[in-house]
């Protein structure tokens, strides 16, 4: 049998594909386990996810029954999380064996009101370590301001941590010195470095449809021009800074013991505007010792015409060529970050109430009898 190109992907180019989704029916019913064999690598979720599939789906309600007679309805969201997520590590847990711990992670994120919480945040990750104590849990933590010292300290002790949110270059340097320095920590304490794994989501095409609405708004030819590349430009430039923060004597001398590099992930990778192509976050974004995690119509465009080739440091002059002209042209790229992070913690709020308050009307009902 020959080869999918999601396989290709990894053998040819070293880049893992996750999927970004994560639901009953698929982890019980043998979808995921279908995935898996064409290629994918891991799964992450959010709490936009779980909205979807606890309120679009009745399999859950069994169980969902016999929690709300045992406790509130926010211990019962976690419970189902939970089993999902540990589910999902099974299926997985053949890819974490055979790459020796590199992929066959599953990720799930601490509760979205913690964002600006940091100590509250490393009491959450680390509750969802010890409740799945398996090693191919990732716990996600925003790259908030709040959630950096949230994410060296899960490192110092030694905890797989997904990084969620990056929208910016600056920030995404905060987060790999915050990975490092937390591996010293861990090293310090007499930690086998070989154990922790991290990736870094950085948020690909909503960049785009930030700036490209600035780019409109000032309207110039020149200006206009400009849209549809910031996403990839930026996206590039920060491979360029994983490759620079992951050599070096201080790294080295952690690669030594064993350390792992944190490797940058592709996130929000499906096109929102439909004139650009729809595998423009996939396709212009290849490269050995990265991540993409892909929506379930990206993954199976993918499969269909993805061109695995790599190209993710292919023009890296003209990456920073790019950012350098959108500055040119007035846009505030540090804004656009903080404008969508800011939309980020917002929009995983309002999924996470919605779904709480949907399953809080369904106990209602169950109460009732209705």
């Avoid at 053998?11 to 290629?39: F, H, K, T």
Wanted: some cysteine; hydrophobic content about 40%.
């Amino acid at each position: 049998m020959s080869e999918t190109n999601l396989q290709r992907l990894y053998n040819e180019q070293g880049q893992s594909a996750w999927i970004d989704n994560l639901n009953r029916p698929s982890v019980l019913g043998g979808g995921l386990a279908e995935l898996v064999a064409s290629g994918i690598r891991g799964v992450t979720s959010n709490p936009t996810i779980f909205e979807k599939a606890m309120t679009g789906s009745d399999a859950y309600d069994d169980q969902f029954k016999d929690l709300v007679g045992k406790g509130p309805v926010d211990d019962a969201f976690w419970t189902m999380a939970v089993d999902d997520v540990t589910g999902a590590c099974g299926v997985l847990r053949p890819v974490y064996d055979d790459s020796d711990g590199a992929d066959g992670f599953v990720s799930l994120e601490v509760a979205p009101a913690l964002a600006t919480n940091t100590e509250g945040t490393i009491s959450a990750a680390r509750d969802l370590h010890q409740r799945i104590d398996l090693p191919n849990l990732m716990v996600k933590i925003p790259a908030t301001a709040e959630g950096v010292p949230a994410i060296k300290a899960m490192i110092a002790e030694g905890r797989n941590i997904n990084v969620t949110l990056i929208f910016s270059l600056p920030r995404y340097g905060d987060v790999m010195e915050a990975y490092i320095a937390g591996l010293e920590e861990f090293d310090a304490a007499g930690g086998d470095l070989s154990k922790v794994h991290s990736v870094a989501s950085f948020f690909v095409s909503r960049v785009d449809t930030e700036v490209d609405r600035r780019l409109e708004a000032i309207g110039t030819d020149e200006a206009v021009a400009l849209r549809g590349k910031a996403a990839v430009a930026q996206a590039r430039r920060a491979y360029a800074l994983f490759k620079e923060h992951f050599s070096g004597p201080r790294w080295e001398a952690l690669a030594a013991k064993g350390a792992n590099p944190q490797r940058p992930l592709w996130a929000s990778t499906s096109t929102k505007n439909k004139a650009y192509p729809d595998l423009l976050y996939v396709d212009s974004l290849i490269g050995p010792h990265t991540v993409n995690t892909m929506p379930d119509a990206t993954v199976e465009a993918f499969l269909d015409h993805g061109t695995v080739a790599r190209t993710v440091d292919s023009d890296p002059d003209g990456a920073q060529a790019h950012l350098d002209a959108l500055a040119s042209a007035g846009v505030d790229l540090a804004d656009v970050a903080k404008t969508l992070e800011d939309e980020g913690v917002a929009s995983f709020s309002k999924s996470f109430d919605e779904l709480i308050q949907s399953l809080t009307d369904k106990a209602t009902a169950l109460a009732s009898g209705k």
